[in-house]
């Protein structure tokens, strides 16, 4: 038998990927070996040719209409089957498993907000003494009293937390916008799941969270605000995000962006140590550099402000960087 990595596009729910799995069990001449339960990305073992298994997974469904499951890759591989999972290039394996980990701490401090061990500075704890100098930006600041101030918040506007996480923004938001409903939208199903039982917990029936990696299922022309809080430097693909941003904000919907942004140059080294890399910092761009390629796509600037300057330090030199905000018009 040959054996086979599929990869799959966007499967966005564990209902969906279970159905990925029945698919992949049921198929002749074939043996399932693995699915990675957060992609749905498996492991296949089978007399099939490629574009046999292809076929047979054509206009396949999944557990529910929304869900739309596509292939991405087929490649025929050899080597241990944890090694391939891991190293299916995807960016987005290492945010899961490292938010999972952030998850994991805030709720042994049992806090539904990240303050101390801010899930925003680093993931790695054995590293925070690096960000000594960087306080948590959410214990120093309130994005959403920001906002409210500014008038960017009020009765009956519908609202999408793109990377919620544990949804504490979302849970200050919904009662000012009530009944409409705020969406908290995140990719890892811990984050997603934690947020819905706090959402019951807190009374907050209008906040709503689904696990999903992207805004394709979101109606067009739909949201007035779309909040991207601590989130926009770690996604893969800005350009076609800030597309999607556009199709779903209504003509004159806001996109509310928060983010770190990088004063000096940070070293290639930095930019790959996976340490820094779910803190926001790995990728961070210059403010100019964001707001130019928001311009590229069709935003116009609202607001534009500096919350704070910070040194992080790396291989016993200093970096410096600023925490901003920047408000833009559809
Ligand atoms: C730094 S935390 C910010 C959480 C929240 N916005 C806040 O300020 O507390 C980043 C969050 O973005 C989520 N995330 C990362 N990449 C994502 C993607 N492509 N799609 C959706 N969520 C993503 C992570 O799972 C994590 O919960």
């Known amino acids: ?7 799959f596009d966007d499967v966005t729910c564990i209902g969906c990927i279970t159905a990925v799995e029945e698919k992949l069990s049921n198929l002749k001449e074939s043996s399932l070996k693995k699915t990675d339960k957060s992609t749905g990305n498996s492991i296949l073992e089978s007399m099939l040719m490629k574009n046999q298994i292809s076929k047979s997974l054509e206009s396949f469904e999944g557990c529910c209409s929304s869900c739309q499951i596509t292939i991405k890759t087929i490649k025929p591989i050899t080597g241990k089957d944890d090694e391939i999972i891991l190293s299916a290039d995807d960016p987005n394996v290492l945010t899961k498993k490292q938010y999972k980990q952030a998850l994991e701490r805030i709720i042994a401090k049992e806090e539904v907000a990240c303050s101390d061990y801010c899930v925003c500075k680093t993931t790695d704890i054995d590293r925070f003494e690096e960000f000594s100098e960087a306080p948590s930006f959410s214990s120093i600041f309130n994005l959403v009293e920001y906002l409210e101030k500014f008038g960017y918040l009020h009765f009956g506007m519908s609202v999408i937390d793109f990377g919620s996480g544990t949804g504490h923004d979302a849970f200050q938001i919904a009662p000012l916008i ?23 917990k807190l009374n907050l029936p209008n906040a709503v969270f689904h696990q999903a990696s992207n805004l394709m299922l979101v ?27 556009r199709t779903c904000l209504k003509a004159d919907g806001v996109l509310v962006m928060a983010d770190e942004f990088t004063i000096d140059i940070l070293p290639e080294s930095l930019r790959n140590d996976p340490a820094f890399q779910c803190g926001g910092i790995a990728d961070a761009q210059s403010l100019d550099f964001i707001i130019t390629l928001c311009q590229e796509n069709g935003f116009k600037v609202l607001r534009e402000e500096t919350i704070r300057t910070y040194e992080i330090k790396y291989n016993k030199k200093n970096y410096q960087l600023n925490s901003g905000i920047l408000i833009f018009h559809n």
């Open 1 to 7: 038998m040959d054996r086979y990595f599929i990869e």
């Open 178 to 200: 009530a009944p409409s409903q705020i969406t908290g939208i995140d990719i890892t199903p811990e984050m997603v799941d934690f947020a819905k039982k706090t959402a019951q």
């Open 219 to 245: 109606k067009p022309e739909s949201q007035d605000l779309i909040l991207v809080n601590n989130v926009f430097n770690l996604l893969s693909n800005k350009r076609d995000f800030l597309q999607q941003v």
